[in-house]
Structures are given as structure tokens and as C-alpha cells.
């Protein structure tokens, strides 16, 4: 081949390779546009998303950016509805939105878009119509390329990321990874948005059930309240089936309808419906006390179908205070109900129940308050009645005067262990023609037919005892003995419940009509609640004089610091002023704790366990209390087999033991015992008084115990006195008396100096014994203000000091602490007469609305706070600590200020709370003298 040619092929050969090296190039320029546009888009999309917690928003960006910035005609976002199982679109981008509708649905499994969800794997079809999974889109266009991206966080799938290109094979491998990490981002961003729209709408529900709070709050009707409820809740909330049952309080097994939205009219046909507790959703929440949430009612076996209802999900939430049931919250709706729903309505059960309980208050009140007008209306009737018996009285005068009946009134007396009646009390009787008589009788009741008629409020009208079977046979021989064969028994009610009756008889045969009883039946409810109100105010009188003298009594024992007297003082004031027949206090054996020790007894029977009676703690009914830690109250001590016989007081009937505890600490037993019943009054009242007990003794080994160490404070303080003082000059005394000889012999007149000084020393001496003998006595007999100034004056005659007290605003404090502030002037002055070198000191008391402040200062020489010692004895024998101890026992405080040179101020404060005497005692000066 010529060369010519072979250089053309060679030149043809190279603008070959040239040509397919820039089309390489120009390809890999265009991916990496492609790439660094893919990127740019994911940059963008993530810090517009982040900046934004609105869902809707975020999908919108996501979506428009994919479109704008990646260049994809066509991006949407379907998100999951975990319900129905369904993909709803809920944003699409601008380019194509035509061709799908917002909300459209794709069910999981079909086409690419649900096959993804479905399974959780990227669908990629970059020939979409040789994909089988692929379904054209509602607007009748089909793209060259489509990818689906689920949206997973964790294991659960939350939608799915659609992106569609015109052209075929529009997804390289590059593309799709762009596209799962923005799908990856959106995911992050969609639970963050979740999340917050999930806070927005708590906080949205919580401001809406407090507005339904505060309309249930404001209405006092039950039913206008329980409408107002069922209403708000369905307006507010959206829910449109709520409804309100209520325990029957007649049958506490039934659930009766009380209120119901206007979307729950189909509810049981109209309120009133009941349901008993055993059927149904309600029932199971009634019965289990928890909420019960079914979003399937008709997969569920106890749901009971309610005519002309189409709901598919019930939420019934039980309405309780405490562990009282009132009734069920109900609420149905098509959608199903999520845990959040239970929460909320839960909220609004419990601001229910509060309702509902403050409503029935209210009625109670209101009820009160007509019972009280009612009540009113009868005192004007039968003035003059003050209690059981005046009502009585007055009310058999105002209601037979004119009667021709004799008339009375047998009240219910005693009762038997179960509660069943066993006599009548007859106060009162009419006779016509001769008005009302004391008469006094008690009457046996009886077990007959008449008893279940007059127990449910039936009168009984009987025209002729001797034809009546019902009439039992003692009562049929009493009356026609007496003459009376006509016999009408109206039944007293009170509360339901039978508390006598109101009898009225006839001397011949007579058939009684209802006009003629009509007066009687009417006030006889009147007179019952009149009768029973008498009763309770003269046993609230009796309880509120009990209690007042058991405050009394408690002043009292707070007052004894000594456990004998205040045993004894306890036990004779239960005795006498309380009218107990026997009391008895015993305490728990300090030397053997298994005994309990007879300490102190008031009784009517002078035999009855004089001290020191001692009882084993597992033995008889004292022993049962002390036990068990609790009151055992037995009101027929002859039918326990625990109760310990009395010789002697055969009599007794009822036995009240008290645990005397101090905190879980049994300290001993405080026995009652009656030929009486004791009755819960009793009950509460005495183990007041073991309380306050308790507390006494404890109060009292505590003073004692303070006095113990205060003695030894003393001791201590007389000690370093005596060492400081009388001790130094004795020793002084010894050293002189030890020169006298050889100092004599030397020079007699060195000699008679030196006895002369001991003599000095000697009357020295004698006066520092006599002061500390004086201040063994209590040097505020006569008050704080003269014993400082007597001190004051001793001082000034033995030292050249000039003293000054300024103390115009005291006044009198308890001996305690008049005691412990003049230890401390006395310490101070004496620390300033030995340490400070001051020509002047001055005494304050300055008393002030926050407490009393005591203030020693001197002009002497001072000294550094600083190298003062926080613990024991101070520099040059202050005795700071002793000081401290006395007044921080009172509840005070002490400190010192001094600088070199400056002087010194010792300040000790005494609040106003500490101002009381702990033990009642006087705080004037001359009483104190006195006693």
C-alpha cells in the first residue's frame, strides 16, 4: 500500500480515537452535572425541609424540588393509611399534577407504587410498559421511566417517593441512590414533622377538653351539665356518638342513658335506656374499671348491636372517683380510635366524674336545704320542741288535739347484733279529752307480718284486731284489753330507712279512711325527719361537748411533765368530766415489754385494779389492742371469749381498748369500761385522748432527759467557775500561807503582809463561794431584768467596771429562757471583766416584733473573729460553746463580733415562735414568786 494511503488511514484512524475520547468526556461531563445537580437538589430539599414542621409543607417542597431541581416531570408522594391499607397521594408536583387528584388511593400490592409499600423494595421499571406491576396513572399518561421508593422508618413503611421521566432507561444506577437518600431524608424530616404535628394536636385536644372542663364546671344541673358534656365533646372533638350512662342507684348491676349527642339520637331510642352491667362494651368497662377500646365492634362477642347505628369503632371509658363507680362515657365513630383518643377521653371521664360528684353535692344541698324548710316549717307548728322528746311531744299535741284517736309515738330504742330492733321507746301518749302524758314505757318489738310492710314505708290500717290474721297475738291482747280493737300504724321514715311509729287506736270497731289519715301520713315523714335531725343535733351537741372537753383534757396533760400525775390526771378526767365509769391507763412494762402495767385508775368500783395490776400483753381484750395496734370496741363483754372477768363489777357490759402509739412504738393501753354501749363517738374520742397521751409521755421523758443533761450542763458550768475563781484563789491562799514563816522569820513586817493577804484572799474567796452557792438557787425568781441588774451590781463593787443595762422594752419571758440569757450576760461580763481590758460595758434587751435580742459589748481590746475556735472552749476561756448550747436548745442563735483593738459585742437572738412556754407556764414574775 502506498504510504500516502496508510498516512490517511493513520489521520482517519486518530479523528476516530479523538472524536470517541471527547464523546467519552463530554459523557462523563454530563454525568457529573447530572450528579452535582442531583446533589444540589438533595442539599436543597434537606434545608428547606429541616427548616419546616409542617408535613404537608415538607412534602410539597420535596416533591417540587425532585420536578424543579432534579428535572423530573413528574414526583408525588403517597403516604400510607394504616386502617384501610391504602396509599393516599398527598402531594404531587406542579408539572402533572393534573393527571393525579390529591387523595387518590392505591391499595398496597397494586402497581409500582403499591407493590413498594408492600414490600418494602425499591420498584425501578426504566421501561414501564414491560413492567407488569405497572398501571397507568388516572390522567392517561404513560411515562418513558418510573421509580418507587418506600419510605421506611425502622421495619414499618410510612408511604412511598414516585418519580416518573418521559424517556426510557431516565434512572441510571446513580440516579436511584440520589433518589434513595432523598428518600431516606424525607423519611427523618416526616417523622420529625409527625412528631411535632403530633405535639400541636395534644396540646390542640388538651385546651379543648380544659374549655369542656370549664363548661361542665359551670352548670350545677346534672342534666343540663351532662348534656352540655356530651355536646362539647362532640362539637369540640369531632366524635359524632357520645353518650353518658349512669349507675342506677337503685340497681347498682343497671346502666341508665342520662345524655347523648345529637349524632347518638338512635342511641336505645331515648334516655332512660338501661343496660345492665353484665351485657356489652359498656358493662365490660363498668365491670373491669378500665377504659375498653374495640375498632371492630362486630368481631367483638360482647358488643351489643343498637338498632339504626352504623359505627364501626366504641370507645367506653369508665367514670369514677376514686373506686366509686358513677357510670360509662361512650363514644362511637366510623374511624378507629387511637390510644391518644384514650388518653384524652379519659381526661374528660375524670373532669366528668368531678362534675357529675360537685352536681350531686349541690342536689344533696339543695335537698338539705328543703329539708331543713321542711323541718322549718313543722317547728312553727310545734313550737317550743328542743329535742327528741319536745319534738315528740309537741307534735302528738299539734297533730291529735283535736282529734278523737288516741295517738303515740314508739320509737325504735335498742337494737340487736344485726342491727335488727329489739324494743320500742313510748315517751308520750294522747288521750282525747285529756291531752298529752309522760308515760315512758318500753315495748318488745316483735317478728310478725306487719314488720316487712311497715319497714318499705306501708301504713297499716286495721278495722278490728280480733279479725285481722296479721296482727300478732300479744298485740291483739293488748289492745282489746285496753278496749281499742281499731288500730292504724304509720310507719316513721327517715332516709329510707324505719325509725319507729306513729300509732294511733279507736274504742270501736272502725274502718279508717284514707281522708281522715291523710293529716297523719302527710306530717308523719315531717315529724320522723324532725325527730331524727333532733337526734343528731343533740348527739352533735353531745360530740361537740365531748371533744371540747377532750381539747380541755389535752390542755391539761400537755401542761404535766410528770408521767405519774399526768396518768392520773388523765384518768380521773375521763372519769369525771367525761363520765366514763371505769377508766384505766396502763403502760407497757420498761423491765419486761411481754407485761402491761395497771399506771393509774378513776372508776365507780374503788376495787377495780388498784396499781401496780400488772396483765400479760396477749391476755384478754387490752391484750387484743395492743396486739393488733388497734381500738377493740365489744359492747356484750359477757359473749367474748377474750374478755378477762371482772370480781365484782358483774355489771359491766362494754369494754373500749386504746392503743397508746407513738408512731408504730406501743407505749401502753387506755380501757374503758361501761355498763353502757360505747359507740364510734366514743371511739374517736378516746383515742384522741391515747394521741395526746402518747405525745405527753413522750413530752415528758423528753424534759425529763433535758433537765438530766441541763443538770450536768451545770455541773459542768460550776466546775469551770469554781476552777476559775474560788479554785485560783485557794491555790493562791496556799502558795501565801506556804511564805509566811520564812518570810517572818526574814522581816516581821514582810511577815504580817503576807497574813494579811491571805485573809484578803480568804474573804475573796468566801464571797466567789457564796455567789456560786447563790446561783445553785434560780437567779430569775424574781425576773431576768433585777437579776441582771443585782449581778450587774456585785460586779461593780468587786471590779473596777462601769456597767450600764438598758432593758426599758423586756418583757417577761418563761423561766427557761430568762434562765439561759442570763447564763450568757453572766459568762459575757465575766469574759469581759478576765480577757477584755474595757473600762465600760453595756447590757441591751431590745424586743422587737421578730423576737428578743441580747446584746453584752464592751470598749475593750478586741481580738480577731477569725482565730476564734468553731469548736470547744474559746480563746482565753470565752466559753462561747456553753453559750451557744443554752440558746440554740431554745431555738436561738449567738454571735460574736469583735475586731483588735475595737472592742467586743456578744449578740444572742431568741425568735418570737420560742416566746411560749413549753410546759404552760406563768410569765409573770410575781406569780412565778408566788408558786
Known amino acids: 500500500m502506498p504510504s500516502a494511503q496508510i498516512i490517511a488511514f493513520i489521520f482517519i484512524g486518530l479523528l476516530v480515537f479523538i472524536g470517541v475520547a471527547v464523546w467519552v468526556a463530554r459523557r462523563a461531563q454530563a454525568r457529573a452535572e447530572r450528579r452535582a445537580r442531583n446533589l444540589r437538589a438533595l442539599l436543597e430539599v434537606s434545608r428547606q425541609a429541616t427548616a419546616n414542621l409542617d408535613q404537608q409543607q415538607v412534602l410539597e417542597i420535596v416533591v417540587q424540588a425532585v420536578q424543579d431541581v432534579m428535572g423530573y416531570p413528574m414526583a ?103 433518589l434513595e437518600t432523598l428518600a431516606d431524608q424525607l423519611v427523618v424530616i416526616l417523622e420529625k414533622a409527625r412528631l411535632f404535628e403530633g405535639e400541636r394536636r395534644r396540646a390542640e385536644r388538651l385546651a379543648t377538653i380544659n374549655g369542656i372542663g370549664r363548661l361542665m364546671t359551670a352548670s350545677l344541673s346534672m342534666e343540663d351539665m351532662l348534656t352540655t358534656a356530651v355536646e362539647a365533646i362532640q362539637m369540640r372533638m369531632q366524635f359524632p356518638s357520645v353518650s353518658v350512662f349512669l349507675i342506677d342507684p337503685d340497681a347498682l348491676d343497671t346502666l341508665v342513658l342520662k345524655a347523648r349527642s345529637s349524632g347518638a339520637a338512635n342511641v336505645g331510642g331515648a334516655l332512660g335506656y338501661r343496660q345492665p352491667i353484665a351485657r356489652g362494651l359498656l358493662g365490660r368497662a363498668a365491670r373491669t374499671r378500665r377504659p375498653v377500646l374495640v375498632n371492630d365492634v362486630a368481631a367483638d362477642p360482647d358488643y351489643v348491636p343498637i338498632p339504626n347505628t352504623q359505627h364501626r369503632a366504641e370507645l367506653a371509658i369508665p367514670i369514677q372517683v376514686a373506686e366509686r363507680l358513677l357510670g360509662v362515657l361512650n363514644i362511637e365513630d366510623e374511624r378507629p380510635f387511637t390510644a391518644e383518643d384514650v388518653t384524652a377521653f379519659q381526661i374528660v371521664a375524670d373532669q366528668l366524674a368531678v362534675a357529675i360528684d360537685n352536681t350531686r353535692l349541690f342536689d344533696d344541698t339543695r335537698a338539705n336545704v328543703r329539708d331543713l324548710m321542711a323541718l322549718y316549717e313543722l317547728s312553727q307548728r310545734i313550737t317550743g320542741a328542743r329535742s327528741a322528746d319536745d319534738t315528740m311531744r309537741a307534735a302528738l299535741e299539734e297533730l291529735a288535739a283535736e282529734g278523737i284517736y288516741r295517738c303515740t309515738i314508739a320509737l325504735f330504742s335498742d337494737y340487736d347484733k344485726t342491727g335488727r330492733p329489739t ?11 285529756e291531752g298529752v302524758f309522760p308515760v315512758n314505757e318500753y315495748v318488745p318489738t316483735g317478728d310478725d307480718e306487719l314488720n316487712p310492710l311497715l319497714d318499705r314505708g306501708e301504713m297499716v290500717a286495721i278495722a278490728d284486731v280480733s279479725q285481722d290474721e296479721r296482727v300478732p297475738e300479744n298485740l291483739r291482747a293488748e289492745q282489746l284489753a285496753v278496749g281499742r280493737p281499731a288500730l292504724a300504724i304509720i310507719p316513721l321514715m327517715e332516709g329510707g330507712q324505719r325509725i319507729g311509729n306513729l300509732v294511733l287506736s279507736h274504742t270501736a270497731v272502725h274502718r279508717w279512711t284514707e281522708a281522715e289519715l291523710r293529716r297523719y301520713r302527710s306530717s308523719a315523714n315531717q315529724i320522723a325527719v324532725a325527730i331524727e335531725n333532733a337526734r343528731r343535733f343533740e348527739r352533735e351537741v353531745k360530740r361537740t361537748n365531748r371533744l371540747e372537753l377532750i381539747a380541755r383534757l389535752g390542755q391539761r396533760i400537755a401542761a404535766r411533765l410528770n408521767p405519774a400525775e399526768l396518768l392520773t390526771i388523765t384518768a380521773e378526767s375521763l372519769h369525771t368530766r367525761l363520765g366514763y365509769e371505769h377508766i384505766s391507763i396502763f403502760l407497757v412494762d420498761a423491765a419486761d415489754e411481754t407485761f402491761l402495767v395497771q399506771s393509774a385508775v378513776a372508776s365507780l368500783w374503788d376495787w377495780l385494779g388498784n396499781p401496780p395490776y400488772r396483765q400479760v400483753v396477749t391476755h384478754g381484750i387490752l391484750g387484743v389492742a395492743a396486739q393488733t395496734r388497734a381500738p377493740v370496741l365489744i359492747n356484750d363483754v359477757q359473749a367474748d371469749p377474750r374478755y378477762v372477768p371482772i370480781p365484782g363489777a358483774e355489771a359491766l ?120 452557792l447563790a446561783e445553785l438557787r434560780s437567779p430569775v425568781q424574781e425576773g431576768l431584768v433585777p437579776a441582771i441588774q443585782k449581778h450587774v451590781e456585785r460586779l461593780k463593787q468587786r471590779e473596777s467596771l462601769q456597767v450600764q443595762c438598758e432593758v426599758a422594752t423586756y418583757s417577761p419571758r418563761p423561766v427557761e429562757q430568762e434562765e439561759t440569757l442570763y447564763r450568757i450576760v453572766q459568762e459575757a461580763l465575766n469574759n469581759v471583766v478576765k480577757h477584755a481590758r474595757a473600762q465600760k460595758a453595756l447590757v441591751q434587751l431590745t424586743q422587737s416584733p421578730r423576737g428578743l435580742e441580747l446584746t453584752v459589748s464592751d470598749d475593750g481590746q478586741g481580738f480577731d473573729v477569725k482565730n476564734l475556735p468553731q469548736n470547744g472552749r474559746a480563746a482565753g476561756g470565752l466559753g462561747l460553746r456553753g453559750m451557744r448550747e443554752r440558746i440554740e436548745r431554745l431555738g436561738g442563735t449567738i454571735y460574736i463580733q469583735s475586731n483588735p483593738g475595737a472592742g467586743t459585742a456578744i449578740v444572742a437572738f431568741l425568735p418570737e415562735r420560742s416566746r411560749s412556754s413549753p410546759g404552760g407556764e406563768n410569765l409573770d414574775p410575781k406569780r412565778r414568786t408566788q408558786e
Not at 324494743?423 to 279529752?433: A, S, T
Not at 360505747?678 to 394521741?691: K, P, Q, R, W, Y
Request: glycine fraction near 6%.
Open 423 to 433: 324494743r320500742f321507746h313510748v315517751p308520750y301518749l294522747y288521750v282525747p279529752g
Open 76 to 178: 408525588s408522594i403517597l403516604l400510607l393509611d394504616e386502617s384501610r391499607n391504602e396509599l393516599v397521594a398527598s402531594a404531587i408536583s406542579t408539572h402533572k399534577r393534573d393527571l393525579i387528584p390529591l387523595g387518590d388511593r392505591v391499595p398496597l400490592g397494586r402497581g409500582m407504587v403499591g407493590t413498594a409499600a408492600q414490600t418494602g423494595q425499591t420498584q425501578l421499571a426504566n421501561d414501564v410498559l414491560s413492567n407488569p406491576n405497572y398501571i397507568r396513572a388516572p390522567g392517561g399518561w404513560d411515562p418513558g421511566s418510573e421509580i418507587s421508593l418506600p419510605l421506611k422508618s425502622g421495619g414499618r413503611v410510612l408511604g412511598v417517593l414516585d418519580v416518573e421521566a418521559e424517556q426510557k432507561n431516565a434512572f441510571r444506577p446513580d440516579d436511584v441512590q440520589v
Open 653 to 772: 357490759r362494754s369494754e373500749l381498748a386504746i392503743p397508746i402509739l407513738l408512731g408504730d412504738r406501743l407505749l401502753g393501753v387506755l380501757d374503758a369500761a361501761s355498763v353502757n354501749r360505747f359507740s364510734e363517738d366514743d371511739t374517736t374520742g378516746l383515742s384522741i385522748v391515747a394521741d395526746q397521751l402518747a405525745i405527753a409521755l413522750e413530752n415528758a421523758r423528753l424534759y425529763n432527759r433535758v433537765q438530766e443533761v441541763a443538770v450536768l450542763d451545770e455541773r459542768q458550768r460550776l466546775a469551770r467557775d469554781l476552777h476559775d475563781s474560788v479554785t485560783q484563789l485557794i491555790f493562791s491562799i496556799t502558795l501565801v500561807a506556804q511564805s509566811i514563816k520564812p518570810a517572818y522569820q526574814k522581816d516581821v513586817l514582810e511577815g504580817e503582809r503576807r497574813i494579811a493577804r491571805v485573809l484578803e484572799l480568804s474573804q475573796q474567796a468566801l464571797a466567789e463561794m457564796r455567789e456560786l
